[in-house]
């Protein structure tokens, strides 16, 4: 099994370095934040930064498997000039992924009448919203050579957060450039999929890329996987099943908080436990 980890929106060649020696081969690289670089630099000063990003990730052996697109919280997709700006801030990001040499490009679905529109008046027209929105990406994504892999959140009164929700937009695009992310610990707090293996045995051939992470069902806490409640025996067996040939893909990091010895200390202990995963 491939195995990876977020970059944790920390780039520089010592954060490639720092991964290939503990083990990981595969980068998710973070471009959530669009108050940071490379989107205020100009689109030559964008152009460099990632390829700079490239290079180091080349040199070090770390392949750029996939990129985590703009994530704005508190959410701002209330109005068409707020939808405009973030548009182009992802078409920019899609743009990015290729010059990464990352086949794969995560978002969440945006959230026009917020976090509790479930059940309300306003779920079709987010539905609506979203559907529009993907497929004027997804034009970007194709020109790209790039896969937009939509994925499922943890708010459970958002009306687009279970896998169910995500497929129904992944099916009625139907498009091979556009599938699903799966993001373990997001599952994990959804009532309607308990499990994230049960999502995977149900819609393997849109499942492109995982976000891997534990908590313990009450909210969304992106821990090491064995911290929580997940059954990672399961969640790999259904792996094998379906015959993923993806990257298992932690999205947890050691805490910037901690002192940077403790942090290089504990990268080799984040691989072990991936690969405990998988049995090894």
Known sequence: MKIGITDDAIHGEATYLRMK??????CDFNMADTDKPPYNLDDAGFEEYLKNEKKFADQAGVTIWQVHGPWRHPVHD???EERAERLEKMKRSIHGATILGANYWVVHPIMPYGLQDAGTEDAPKTKALNLEFMRELLVTA????????LENMPFPDFSLSTPTAIME??????DPN???CLDTGHTNVCKEWPKPAQVIREYAPYIKVLHVHDNRK?????LPPFYG???WKDFYMALCEVGFDGVLSLECAPSKK????IVEDLYPIYFRIAKAICGE
């Open 78 to 80: 209330g109005t068409p």
């Open 178 to 180: 556009f599938a699903m």
């Open 21 to 26: 020696a503990s083990g990981f081969a595969y």
């Open 229 to 231: 409640n997940i059954d």
């Open 218 to 222: 009450r909210r969304d806490e992106h």
């Open 258 to 261: 901690l002192p940077a010895d």
């Open 142 to 149: 194709k020109q790209e050579g790039v896969t937009i892999c």
């Open 169 to 174: 937009i992944v099916r009625e695009i139907d």
